[in-house]
């Protein structure tokens, strides 16, 4: 069973940075794609960043490119999301996500392209 645990939330001030991590089991991880997405109260879950099974492909959101890094640890089966500069239009529950295929060539931002995923963690950035 596929288990992704996401930690790192918390409560910043604008132009601040938080660091989130996702912990995954129950698959070989370094053979998957995986992505951060957000919710918003109110709005649709969105795409924010993915990095390829090797880590030396990634992409983003307009909206975060510049200020956020996705990096991966194949070893620990980990991903992180570096988050710089925070905007309180950042706030948001944000979820790590397990893409379906193996060895994917695309890089996807379809959020029901991923069939895995954790319980979220809570990002608030004041103004």
């Known amino acids: 069973q596929v288990q992704l645990v996401e930690s790192g939330g918390g409560l910043v001030q604008a132009g601040g940075s938080l660091r989130l991590s996702c912990a995954a089991s129950g698959r070989t991880f370094s053979r998957y794609t995986m992505g951060w997405f957000r919710q918003a109260p109110g709005k649709e879950r969105e795409f924010v960043a993915a990095?390829?099974?090797?880590?030396?492909?990634?992409r983003y959101a307009d909206s975060v490119k510049g200020r956020f890094t996705i990096s991966r640890d194949n070893a620990k089966n980990t991903v992180s999301l570096q988050m710089n500069s925070l905007k309180p239009e950042d706030t948001a529950v944000y979820y790590c996500?397990?893409?379906?295929?193996?060895?994917?060539?695309?890089?996807?931002?379809?959020?029901?392209?991923?069939?895995?995923w954790g319980q979220g963690t809570q990002v608030t950035v004041s103004s």
């Open positions: 990095i390829n099974w090797s880590g030396d492909s990634t």
């Open positions: 996500a397990g893409e379906r295929t193996a060895y994917a060539l695309v890089l996807v931002t379809t959020r029901t392209l991923y069939d895995y």
